[in-house]
């Protein structure tokens, strides 16, 4: 081959090199863990997007799970401060502020100022739980500390996602990084369907090492927190308190007796309730909700 051809054949070369390089996904830029103290993992790039504004409440408007509250606070703390902390899920009835509960306390947590550096918030999709693995290899080399958020984490048949979910959090050989903490909400205890369950425990081998792998998922987490109906006197004090919080001008009887049907109409008490009628509220009076 002449020396022409050879030099043609390597420019050609050199053109499908760079043509390739150019179709090859790029490598992710380290995060930017400086730039919020709360992230969304995007999985499809493998990036943390910050959040400016995150949406929460303070930890003080959120009525009628004190006891839930303090022993999610508590634990947080303890995470923050470098100490043992367990993953936990918050399930129960919908609408009394399982997620709010979480951006709060790490709000809360932050705002004590008794920790170095601030403790870090990121929210996992529940699509993306398999790539729980990929995020966890980011962080884990990370000065900071973090917390995974799941919100409305749930699985249904043929879903064999949380399999990962499990490896992830206590499984594997190298285990959860100590810098990462996993919380979730749900409105199943077990994170599965009930009739699955019984699904399996119907038509399997040995029945309770069925029930056994699809339970399994739960007990990794170490605190299970549970939110229930509330009262009628707790949702008049959620109501009450986003009332004082936001300087709404109403007189007394009249809160309590829109504010009952508001909840008759929906049938149902719950803090999102509570909130939405606030919201009404607000809006009838000509105010904006505004912290």
């Keep these: 081959m002449s020396d022409k051809s050879l030099e043609a054949l390597s420019s050609k070369l050199d053109r499908l090199i760079a043509a390739v390089e150019r179709l090859a996904p790029a490598t992710p830029a380290p995060p930017d863990?400086?730039?919020?103290?709360?992230?969304?993992?995007?999985?499809?790039?493998?990036?943390?997007?910050?959040?400016?504004?995150?949406?929460?409440?303070?930890?003080d408007l959120i009525r009628g799970v004190d006891h839930v509250r303090d022993i999610l606070v508590d634990n947080t703390e303890r995470f923050a401060s470098g100490y043992a902390a367990n993953n936990v899920l918050l399930w129960g009835a919908r609408g009394m502020g399982k997620s709010s509960l979480v951006?709060?306390?790490?709000?809360?947590?932050?705002?004590?100022?008794?920790?170095?550096?601030?403790?870090?918030?990121?929210?996992?999709h529940r699509e993306d739980i398999d790539t729980l693995p990929a995020l966890m290899a980011i962080l884990k080399a990370a000065t900071f500390r973090f917390i995974l958020f799941c919100d409305d984490l749930s699985f249904d048949h043929d879903d064999t996602s949380y399999k990962s979910l499990k490896?992830?959090?206590?499984?594997?050989?190298?285990?959860?990084?100590?810098?990462?903490?996993?919380?979730?909400?749900s409105n199943r205890r077990h994170?599965?369907?009930?009739?699955?369950?019984?699904?399996?425990?119907?038509?399997?081998?040995n029945p309770s090492e069925a029930v056994e792998e699809k339970v399994s998922l739960s007990d990794r987490f170490g605190l299970w927190l549970g939110f229930h109906k509330c009262s009628q006197d707790d949702y008049l004090d959620?109501?009450?308190?986003?009332?004082?919080?936001?300087?709404?001008?109403?007189?007394?009887?009249?809160?309590?007796a829109e504010a009952l049907e508001w909840a008759t109409t929906r049938g149902s008490r719950s803090g999102r309730v509570a909130w939405q009628f606030t919201q009404d509220l607000a809006g009838r009076l000509g105010k904006a909700l505004q912290d």
């Design 33 to 59: 863990l400086e730039a919020a103290d709360c992230f969304v993992w995007q999985a499809e790039t493998g990036v943390l997007e910050p959040v400016r504004r995150v949406n929460r409440v303070d930890i």
């Design 103 to 124: 951006k709060a306390s790490h709000a809360a947590v932050n705002a004590s100022g008794r920790h170095d550096a601030p403790l870090k918030l990121i929210e996992i």
């Design 167 to 185: 490896a992830a959090l206590e499984g594997g050989v190298e285990g959860r990084p100590q810098n990462v903490i996993f919380y979730a909400t």
């Design 238 to 256: 959620m109501v009450s308190g986003y009332v004082r919080h936001y300087g709404l001008a109403v007189d007394a009887e009249t809160l309590r």
């Design 191 to 205: 994170l599965l369907p009930r009739d699955m369950i019984d699904n399996e425990r119907s038509t399997a081998i």
